[in-house]
């Protein structure tokens, strides 16, 4: 019931709205590029819009949370307003439970998740007695690997330093085992039956693009993907056309899964459920 009234007092929020705007629970996002005088007006209107609705409906916005964060390296830091008081400029926030930074680098992010992670395991180290490879495997899956991989598609390291911060977790998880310590960790993920975290980003990557491709979600296509023309290509028949992106676009999920799953093969990408999509990753070591 609670939700339910929740929806009806802010479905008509957007109402007006020019500038992109993202609805979640009680987060509301704006988001447009003000590269000059007139995009910035329109983007200080729709701001006057909302404050005109939260004051309409007695909802008003918290201001001491309400901030703005600059994005790009020409970006001219225009000053905004939400009625008669200044929105703070920020570096970085916390964005469902995801860190932020206005370089959009993810370094911040992977070192807190590490942290988080780490604490976890160090409590198991310091509590669990028993040293046995099931039980310490499950603990891990289930208790620590969960933080390094939250939402891990929006957030993806691309430095190598950051990828490092997060493998030394499951480096350390698997030295905890009974008689693997003194093996290398290549040969502890083998007797494990465990893959590097970059190359379990890399199946999540995959999945998500399968689920996308064969509709079993409602995002569409052609939000994140154009599929190439096949005439005269070799390939499955969701071979995905590359764009030609700066270095910056090429770190986001729509780029960076292109060339592993333009590699899949046809009958991998055409399996009926995801269960089997996975089974397929699985034997091809993701």
């Not at 993907?225 to 071979?239: E, I, P, T, V």
Request: hydrophobic share 35%.
């Amino acid at each position: 019931m609670a939700i339910g009234v929740c929806y009806i007092y802010i479905n008509d929020i957007d109402e007006g709205i020019v500038c992109k705007i993202s609805k979640f629970a009680d987060d509301t996002k704006l988001c447009a590029k003000a590269n000059n005088e007139e995009e910035t007006r329109i983007l200080r209107e729709d701001l006057e819009k909302l404050h005109k609705w939260s004051v309409d409906w007695n909802m008003l916005f918290n201001m001491d949370k309400c901030a703005v964060m600059h994005v790009g390296r020409k970006n001219n830091g225009y000053e905004y307003e939400m009625g008669e008081k200044k929105l703070r400029a920020t570096d970085e926030e916390k964005d469902l439970g995801i860190t932020v930074h206005k370089s959009a680098k993810p370094s911040r992010q992977c070192n807190e998740a590490a942290i988080k992670a780490n604490k976890v395991l160090g409590l198991i180290r310091r509590t669990v007695v028993s040293r046995d490879k099931n039980i310490i495997l499950n603990l891990y899956k289930t208790l620590v690997r969960p933080h390094l991989k939250y939402c891990v598609q929006v957030w993806s390291p691309y430095m190598q330093k950051d990828k490092e911060v997060l493998e030394k977790v499951q480096r350390r998880a698997t030295r905890m085992i009974r008689g693997l310590g003194a093996l290398t960790y290549e040969e502890r993920l083998e007797r494990c039956g465990l893959t590097t975290l970059d190359k379990r980003r890399c199946r999540g990557d995959l999945i998500e693009t399968y689920k996308i491709m064969t509709n079993k979600e409602t995002t569409p296509i052609s939000r994140f993907f154009k599929l190439a023309d096949r005439g005269g290509l070799r390939g499955h028949r969701y071979k995905i056309f590359r764009k030609s992106e700066g270095s910056y676009k090429q770190r986001f999920f729509s780029s960076r899964v292109i060339n592993a799953w333009n590699e899949l093969s046809d009958e991998t990408v055409s399996v009926a459920s995801i269960g089997n999509f996975k089974a397929r990753l699985g034997q091809m070591g993701y």
